[in-house]
Each structure stands twice: as C-alpha cells, then as structure tokens.
C-alpha cells in the first residue's frame, strides 16, 4: 500500500553524527510507532507516539535517542552521536487507533554507522 | 536469546505446503501475530489470532495455536514463488499495541 513512508531508505552515518529518521504515517492515521531490528534478531519497541504525545518510550535508550510527532509534518526519530551499535534498521508502523490489528508498517530505514 | 523464536530458514517446494513454527514465552499475550516482508518492503500483517482461540483460517493460510505449550504455526497451502520472503510471528502483551517479534524465518520457493 502507499501506506507508511520512510526515509531516507539507506542513512550512512559517521560515529559521532546525528541521524534524523522520516516516518509520514498513513493519511488519517494518528498512532506511530517505532521499532529497531539489530541484525539477526526481531523488531523491537522504541516508542509509541500520538499527535505531540509521547505515550509509552519504555523502548528507548536513556540518552542520544529521542521521538517525536508533532502536529503537522512527520514522526521524527532522532539519534544524536551515534555510535556503532546503533547500526540497524528501524521501522516505523502507523495506525488509526491504539493497536495493531490495523497496523501498516514502512519499509524501514537502515542506519550504517562507519 | 529472543524471547519469541523462530526458525531461520525454510526452503520448500512450490506447491507443497509450508509450516512455520514459532514458540513465545509469554502466557498472558493476548495477539499472536504473522507477518511477512519482501524483499524492500515493509511489513504485512498477513493474520492474527486471539489468545483464546486454537485455530484460524484465512484462504490458504491456517494458524495453529497451542497455548499450552506456547507454540504458534503457520502453514501456507500450494506454496508459490509470490510466498517467498522473510515471515515474522510477534506476540502482545499487555497492551496490544507493543509487539515482540522473533527474528524472522527466510521462506525459499524452489520450482
């Protein structure tokens, strides 16, 4: 579907940049939700925002990762210093209400860190 | 380890039926999710069945759920090389809208 848009697709970064990740959500849908896949494992939750709400980031790291979805414009996962590590690919889902039974999901970001 | 497992690779006949297992650890989830990726796709909620329920079927699709033993399966009938990509089961917990997912299993078609 035309559904959820990511980008960039592929995002090269040196250790010590900032990375900043695009979701634009379906048309309608207020609910975003982002997930990072390390390679070899399965998603994992980062965060779950509404319309400028951060409503649950129990999946995020303390500091250098931050998430918002203010009200116009897309969701915006930011990595600031990034490090090794943080290589991965990070998927953006959006629904129209809380849950995943009409959950679309983007086709991802993969963050090279060299 | 992850908590939701899975299979890494699953190569299969095309019109043959293919079975993908996975196991959760939680008791409480709710949904058990199937999901698939192609390649430079995102993810498809192919199907999803509630925890009270043993099976579901879907068209060629049937899950299979053993609570008892937390296991989830998907069989895929007449496989074809449209099937090929990478599947992922994903359970909720709790809240329904915080998905863990296994690693993801490569389905290979060959003719």
């Known amino acids: 579907n035309a559904g959820v848009m990511q980008n960039p697709r592929h995002l090269v970064r040196r250790r010590g940049q900032e990375a900043r990740l695009r979701c634009s959500p379906v048309?309608?849908?207020?609910?975003v939700y982002w997930y990072r896949q390390l390679p070899e494992e399965g998603l994992k939750f980062m965060v779950y925002l509404q319309k400028e709400n951060i409503i649950d980031e129990s999946g995020m790291p303390k500091e250098r990762f931050s998430a918002e979805f203010p009200k116009e414009g897309p969701s915006i996962l930011r990595i600031q210093q990034v490090v090794r590590g943080d290589s991965a690919a990070y998927f953006c889902?959006?629904?129209?209400?809380?849950?995943?039974?009409?959950?679309?999901f983007g086709q991802g970001t993969r963050l090279t860190v060299v | 380890g992850e908590d939701v497992e899975q299979s890494l690779f699953l190569s299969v006949r095309e019109g043959d039926s293919s079975v993908i297992n996975c196991t959760y650890t939680d008791s409480s989830s709710t949904y058990l999710y199937w999901y698939k990726q192609e390649p430079g796709a995102g993810l498809q909620l192919l199907t999803y069945i509630f925890s009270n329920m043993d099976m579901k079927q879907d068209q060629r699709l049937t899950v299979l759920l053993n609570k008892k033993d937390k296991h989830l399966s998907l069989r895929i009938a007449d496989t074809q090389t449209g099937d090929s990509a990478i599947y992922f089961c994903a359970e909720a917990r709790g809240n329904d809208y915080k998905l863990s997912f296994g690693a993801g299993t490569t389905v290979t078609v060959r003719a």
């Open positions: 048309k309608g849908h207020s609910h």
């Open positions: 889902a959006s629904s129209p209400q809380s849950g995943n039974t009409e959950a679309f």
